[in-house]
């Protein structure tokens, strides 16, 4: 039997239990479903995860059945990922993308660095998927900054978002360069990055994933060089509330829905809509990235689009 058979029965079976999620729930149409949705968009009352649970979306499950339910839903949404991201931010995705590249001015500029003896960044993008990031990063490096050396590995714990990555890497300068590396790895155990190796660690959109956000956010202190940063851009809270009325009234009506019609696949964007409630607020997140030993300059994050996401940063102290 082939190693990918035990994934694809799993895969199907997490997947039928949620078709059958779904076969129970009433029939939800367009214009009826902002009335519907009222209930649905916060988390049920249960903050504290009890021992040895966690969430996944608004449901509570094992902290062990966490993991695969995440690895079903982004295997399952894999070859519509950047459609369905397009589609669902009105292509502000790439607008936030593009700006935490700019803002992080990844690579070492001649002109502008003195020499260390070190040549480029090596940079770590977590959760990097489709390589979205990573190809920001490289090309930032290379027009922007003049450097050729910049280098990433994209780290991905889906071995079919990682697929989609390769594939798409191939309409790139890098696809057979050693600039940019792919590899299925566990943010939550990154035992194949030394200590103290890394310029750059950067996750976008994956960390509200992580069933142990608090185990990744350490990994990457310990991979991160001394004066090393930590960049993590992600959904967050909205501050206004006329606004996040709005916003909610879009992300679980319009989001699920356009999951289904387009990916054939209401329950994981429903499940991602989840999550993203879900996650801490700005202030929480913050805290946690204190909490691991970096320093936070300034406030500590940066909303974007009125806190729809943020970008969170810390440095490891030199
Ligand atoms: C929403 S996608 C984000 C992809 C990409 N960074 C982007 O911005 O388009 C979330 C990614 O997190 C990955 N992921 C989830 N849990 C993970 C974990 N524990 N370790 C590493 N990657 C994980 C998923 O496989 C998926 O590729």
């Given at each position: 039997?082939s190693?990918?058979?035990?994934r694809q029965?799993?895969?199907?079976q997490l997947?039928?239990?949620g078709?059958?999620?779904?076969a129970r729930a009433?029939?939800?149409?367009f214009?009826c479903?902002v ?5 649905q ?6 903050p504290q995860?009890?021992p040895?649970t966690t969430h996944f979306?608004f449901?509570?499950?094992?902290e062990a ?8 839903v982004f295997?399952?949404?894999a070859s519509s ?15 936030w993308?593009?700006h935490f590249?700019?803002?992080l001015?990844?690579g070492?500029n001649?002109l ?17 998927g ?18 050729a050396?910049?280098?990433v ?7 079919d978002m990682?697929a989609?990555g390769?594939k ?5 300068p890098y696809?057979r360069s050693p600039?940019l590396k792919?590899v299925?790895a566990?943010?939550e155990?990154?035992?194949m ?7 750059l ?13 608090e185990?990744?956010i350490r990994?990457a ?6 004066g090393?940063?930590?960049?993590c851009?992600?959904f ?11 916003y909610?009234r879009w ?18 964007y429903?499940y ?5 409630e879900?996650?801490p607020?700005q202030?929480e997140?913050?805290d946690m990235i204190?909490d ?6 300034g406030q500590?994050?940066?909303d974007?689009t009125?806190g729809?996401a943020a970008i969170?940063?810390g440095v490891k102290?030199?």
């Open positions: 039997m190693l990918q058979a035990p029965l799993l895969r199907r997947l039928q239990a078709q059958k999620r779904v009433p029939y939800r149409c214009s479903s009335r519907q949705t009222q209930q968009q916060t988390p049920p009352k249960t995860d009890g040895g979306g449901e509570t499950v094992a059945l966490k993991e695969q339910k995440v690895g079903a295997s399952s949404v990922y950047d459609t369905m991201n397009d589609l669902m931010s009105l292509g502000i995705h790439r607008l993308k593009d590249v700019r803002n001015n990844p070492r001649p502008t660095t003195p020499s260390s003896g070190e040549q480029g960044w090596n940079i770590l993008d977590i959760a990097g489709t390589g979205d990031i990573a190809f920001r990063m490289l090309d930032h490096a290379s027009t922007i900054n003049n450097d050396h910049t280098r590995t994209v780290a991905d714990i889906n071995p990682l989609e390769r798409r890497a191939l309409d790139t696809a600039r792919f299925e566990n943010a155990k990154l035992d990055i030394a200590d103290s190796s890394i310029d660690y950067t996750v976008a959109f994956g960390i509200r994933n992580f069933t142990h956000k185990n990744a990994e202190f310990r991979v991160l060089k001394p090393g940063v930590f960049a851009l992600e967050s809270k909205v501050n206004n509330s006329v606004f996040d009325s709005f909610k992300s679980f009506s319009a989001i699920p829905l356009i999951g289904q019609l387009v990916a054939g696949d209401r329950d994981s429903q991602l809509v989840e999550s993203i879900r996650f607020s202030t997140f913050r204190n691991a030993g970096f320093l936070v300059p500590g994050w940066e974007l009125g729809i969170h940063k102290p030199a």
